[in-house]
């Protein structure tokens, strides 16, 4: 069946750095977009940064740019997301997501897969 699991998360100072893992199986990875998004407690889902199917093409969210950077690896059916520079307001459990459209990244009915979420904690 399709899985999508996170993986990385943990407690960090503010200005330190996490990289977080989704390893993907039960579809085929490389003809799907990834996204990661994060939900912090009280607050709705948000958008975090996108990737095409190529990497040819990524997004961000404007509180992350210039700090988050999302890459993926098709053979090895994985997604990262690199996040440095880590803010108290960070604090989120991040997922990330699969979908086959791309016609607005950050709307979170376009994925047709999820994962559980890794809990991201930064102290300040």
């Known amino acids: 069946q399709v899985q999508l699991v996170e993986s990385g998360g943990g407690l960090v100072q503010a200005g330190g750095s996490l990289r977080l893992s989704c390893a993907a199986s039960?579809?085929?990875?490389?003809?799907?977009?990834m996204a990661w998004f994060r939900q912090a407690p009280g607050k709705e889902r948000e958008f975090v940064g996108f990737?095409?199917?190529?990497?040819?093409?990524?997004s961000y969210a404007d509180s992350v740019k210039g700090r988050f950077t999302v890459s993926r690896d098709n053979a090895k059916k994985t997604a990262f997301l690199q996040m440095n520079n880590l803010k108290p307001e960070d604090t989120a459990i991040y997922y990330c997501?699969?979908?086959?459209?791309?016609?607005?990244?950050?709307?979170?009915?376009?994925?047709?897969?999820w994962g559980q979420g890794t809990q991201v904690t930064v102290s300040s």
């Open positions: 039960g579809f085929t990875f490389s003809t799907y977009h």
């Open positions: 990737i095409s199917r190529s990497a040819g093409s990524t």
């Open positions: 997501s699969a979908g086959v459209t791309d016609y607005n990244p950050a709307l979170t009915y376009q994925y047709d897969y």
